[in-house]
């Protein structure tokens, strides 16, 4: 497997070095020399992300919290600081490593080479099969069946998400509301029944399988 990383960095040096560097460790390469380009760069979904945080126009940190929330990957900050509280503003913002400048590029080979691992043992983890075909990726919140997708709307997911994580564990439908919908939100359980049956449907297209089974007078849990 070819990995993507992003390089950015406002020093063009650095950038430079580091990408011989990484390409000669047969990854492909992605480099910024800003933070705004560093976004638009980040729409080709690295595997990992080296990202200083003095840059033009928008630094490291910004760049990290804009970014976080729609892209998983590891995101390591270089930098010159070496203040607690950066550190602190750094993980904060959704960053998973510091690589204090000057490094060695063997140290932070290693460290690279470390979270790409941890990312794959998550990943790996992250994707549940079940009897019947049927694959869940709680890391994508995506449905298989005999690696046909079966499409999910995101409250649906949620349901199946909880279910399936405590397979056997019965919840009512108060309990699945609130954990789904939330204690404050507007509305009643009774859309837990109506959500379940969509569920039900859509895997009956593909299985005869009941996942989600009735437990009268109780709730839903998930077949072991």
């Known amino acids: 497997m070819i990995y993507k990383i992003l390089i950015a960095d406002d020093e063009p040096d650095i950038v430079f070095m580091l990408s011989g560097f990484f390409e000669g460790k047969g ?3 992605l ?15 690295p595997d990992i992300i080296l990202l200083d945080i003095n840059m033009p126009e928008i630094n490291g940190f910004e760049v ?4 976080r929330n729609h892209i998983a990957c590891p995101i390591l900050f270089l930098t010159a600081r070496i203040e607690d509280v950066d ?19 063997v140290e932070l080979n290693a460290r690279v080479c470390a979270h790409l691992r ?16 049927l694959t869940i990726d709680f890391g994508e919140r995506r449905l298989f069946y005999k690696n046909e997708e079966i499409l999910a709307a995101k409250k649906e997911f ?3 998400e909880l279910l399936a994580q405590n397979p056997g564990q019965v919840f009512d439908k108060n309990q699945i509301y609130e954990r789904i919908w939330g204690y404050d939100s ?19 297209e593909y ?9 009268w007078g109780c709730g839903y849990r998930w077949k072991k």
């Open 27 to 29: 990854y492909c390469v």
């Open 31 to 45: 480099t910024a020399l800003d933070g705004a380009e560093a976004l638009k760069q980040v729409e080709y979904k």
């Open 64 to 67: 990290c919290k804009r970014i």
């Open 87 to 105: 550190k602190v503003k750094g993980f904060s913002a959704g960053g998973d490593d510091y690589i204090v400048k000057p490094f060695s590029l």
């Open 118 to 133: 941890r990312e794959i043992r998550r990943n790996f983890e992250t994707q549940v099969k079940f009897a019947g075909d």
């Open 158 to 160: 949620d349901i199946v």
């Open 186 to 204: 507007e509305g009643d359980s009774s859309v837990v029944a109506e959500h379940i049956r969509r569920i039900r449907a859509k895997l009956a």
């Open 207 to 215: 299985t005869e399988i009941t996942y989600i089974e009735t437990v």
